[in-house]
């Protein structure tokens, strides 16, 4: 198990170097001036330039620039804003935990109830419901999300004043940053009616986001699991004399989620993608918003920090849906 | 009984490929429907300029936020209504059928060849070539979708031929990646190994005989290409990263609207059902060519 | 009184309006502790026929009969519940490919020990020493440490005696051997069957054997029968089988014998496969391929009568080996 640990870790390595390779490499292709671009100023006088320029390493070889820059990256040093002029990283770290939220439930979300209803599906192959899972997941597969936003949006909170249409909580509340979780944060604050707040503010988005994941992961599990129900080990389950229900609990549920779980671990790319759109959609205070509002600001050190973190958290979820896929498949762990 | 027999009486006769292709296509009625939807989308976008009742940026400053004909207060001329400008929502919706098509057709194009080119290189010479497109590819996934987009979008900056680009570097890791295994799988077939015994230099090799005998997984993968096209232009549209206004794109006429969600819904609903329905007869489609075009799924799923 | 009894089985596929009969008025009996061999063609039924009796055949296809009575049990007419407490405990089946038989996910012993589980409620030690006695008895070398390995980590041949001690686990009455050996290299096959011989007869079970390969249990089997798409067309004691053998497809089996030996998978005395779904004739389900066909054959279907199913039979009383 941990040698198959580390050969799964020899291979993301590469990958690894080739983001931190682009996200060096973004800064510079920007047409412009580097210093300028950074700078985020024209016409600078010339003294002031050359002296930027080596302050900031920029006169130096590209070789000697990347490991610069390497070796800020391994100290958590993600540069400097243009427009707040606050370091990224701590700007990162107020806004991310917001994102995880929104992606975990969302994920969440989409798993509880994709999940079972492909299951369903699966079993039930050919009833009402199995062409109802089907339709509403290929709709679902196909849906705008940013559009799918704007029409909850309209409906619940505009037309039946259900939900709020923006932002994480009440501006009422004011709660002290523990988790960064607010719905953990909320809870903890123990004011009245916080929890709620932030629980009615995560629906919409959650649905959104998580409308996707939930359409791919309902349609997988269903193929998934009619494909095992034709294997013959299945057929040896029912020939052992065992329930109907042991038979898919116990024999058919395991290896039909094996499949499901890469599905699942590839949708969190999915997921940072929709994000984007989602957190502009409901002004949600996170990285995705925070990106796309640093790319009509050109604020490129941000956008480099968001490109990069962003990679690295779908090159780490899918490093560790890799082994897990390993843990639950004992064929895959021992294959060289 | 008698019907059985008659049919094993019948001397079997081979339908022609594309036949049995309808036949097994067809079969699938969603498939159908979804078929004449997206032909008549094609139509509109081709057509646009003779079927589009009114000019698609011709602001009606006397009409603004006209509501849909059949709602209290619509006008026949103005189908849909009108948008914040007075421009005519169909016009609008038509004339974007255009500009989506042609992106996501173009995106489709311009990542399916090189993907299929990087591929096949990479079947035939898994040890140095092979390796390095790999990787890079590898890279490229680890930006998903839109992400990479927005990274392009930043060093290209927002526009039509800047989108389709996007879109196309996003989707080349797919296509490669499965012209890589579909080659990889057919290169130690008898077949190949008969026609380089036979002399066939390696570009024949991977282009006419190789290649032909993978299309199957890369068509059907190409429609989903073509449909998520669709969608991220919208999106990068929505954005304000992709075709800028006043082009009556689909997500360009979505991220104008937001601000009248509660004024005029219509404004939202419709370039959101256009774009749906649209991806919507386009998966439906690849649904229907998938289980067509893959003889292993047939009749199975 | 026999231990299993089936009379005109009937199992269809296929629409209502155009049905498949797979098995198509099927009568058989085994005793207990009797060994009987079936035969025929891939296609005949001789599968289906056993997922029928286990309860495995799925709608839409279709399973009747008169009777199917098994150890006092009228199988059809028990509610799935009791019927699940036969199947697996008192009928056992092992199939043809192992390695896709058993869960990849599970191990060996896990596989074992669920029947035990399940039939006989055993538990703790009693149920690890079953689990390790059932292994030592498929001859498993290393029993112990087999118990925790999965089946990719096991050769074909040690599968299958898996199976095997998975069908054998709850002392079965009666089991079912479907092509357990068609997968497997001819040496590791001889051995296959010496093992559920001597289990056979050690445990005296009654043991259905199944084949399309007559040569396989020529020296086991005490009585074959024979089946051609989907219904008995001979029953015989082995010895008069094989010296008189009294329907033409039975022949074309024997005659096959030598060429099956060298992994042919046609049979050359018999041009043509078993029919399938459209092409079921109206006489004599062999008349396309048989080489004694007359005008009779192809208008009506013959009975089984006296053990064959066929209007000319070969080798009639007291003549010697038929060509
Ligand atoms: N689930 C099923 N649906 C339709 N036809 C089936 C099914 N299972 C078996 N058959 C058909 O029944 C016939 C007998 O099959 P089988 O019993 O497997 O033959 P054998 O085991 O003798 O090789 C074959 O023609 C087969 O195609
Ligand atoms: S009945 Fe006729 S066709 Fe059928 S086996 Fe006998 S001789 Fe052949
Ligand atoms: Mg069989």
Redesign the interface.
Known sequence: MFSFILRKLATVIPTFIGITLVAFALIRMIPGDPIEVMVGERKLDPVMHAAAMQRLGLDQPLHIQYFRYVKDLAQGDLGISLVTREPVTKEFLTLFPATVELAICALLFAVLVGLPAGMIAGLKRGSVFDHGVMGVSMTGFSMPIFWWGLILIMYFSVTLGWTPVSGRIDIEFDIAQRTGFLLIDSWLSGEEGAFKSAAMHLILPTIVLGTIPLAVIARMTRSSMLEVLREDYIRTARAKGLAPTRVVVVHALRNALIPVITVIGLQVGSLLGGAVLTETIYSWPGIGKWLVDSISRRDYPVVQAGILVSATIFIVVNLFVDILYGVVNPRIRSAK | MTTQVQIADVVPSYPSPLKEFWQSFSHNKGAVVALFIFLSVIFCGVFAGWIAPHDPVEQYRDHMLTPPSWAGGGMSTYLLGTDELGRDILSRLIHGARISLFIAFMSVLMSLIPGMVLGLLAAFFPKGAGTVIMRVMDVMLALPGILLAICIITILGPGLINTMIAIAIGTLPSYTRLTRAAAMAEINKEYVTASRVAGAGALRLMFLTVLPNCMAPIIVNATLGFSSAILETAALGFLGLGVQPPTPEWGTMLSAARDYIERAPWVVTMPGVTILVTVLSINLMGDGLRDALDPKLKRAA | MSLLKIRNLRVEFGSLA?PFPAVDGLDFDIDRGELVGIVGESGSGKSVTMMAL?G?IDAPGRVTADELVFDGHDLLKLKP?QR??????DI??I?Q?AL??????YTVGFQIK??LK??MGLRGAALEKRALELLELVEIPAAKSRLGA?P??LSGGMNQRV?IA?AIACNPKLLIADEPTTALDVTIQAQIMDLLERLQKEHNMGLIMITHDLAVIAEMAKRICVMYAGQVVEQAPVADLFRAPRHPYTQALLEAIPEHSKGARRLSALPGIVPG??????GCLLSPRCRYAQDKCSQERPALLDGVRCYYPLNAEGESTHG
């Open positions: 155009h286990m495995l519940a699940r407490k036969i199947v697996g405990k056992s089946m199939f490919d896709t038989s058993l869960n990849p996910s669920e029947s399940v039939h999965y990719h980590q199976m998975v779904h459209y092409d079921r004739p109206k």
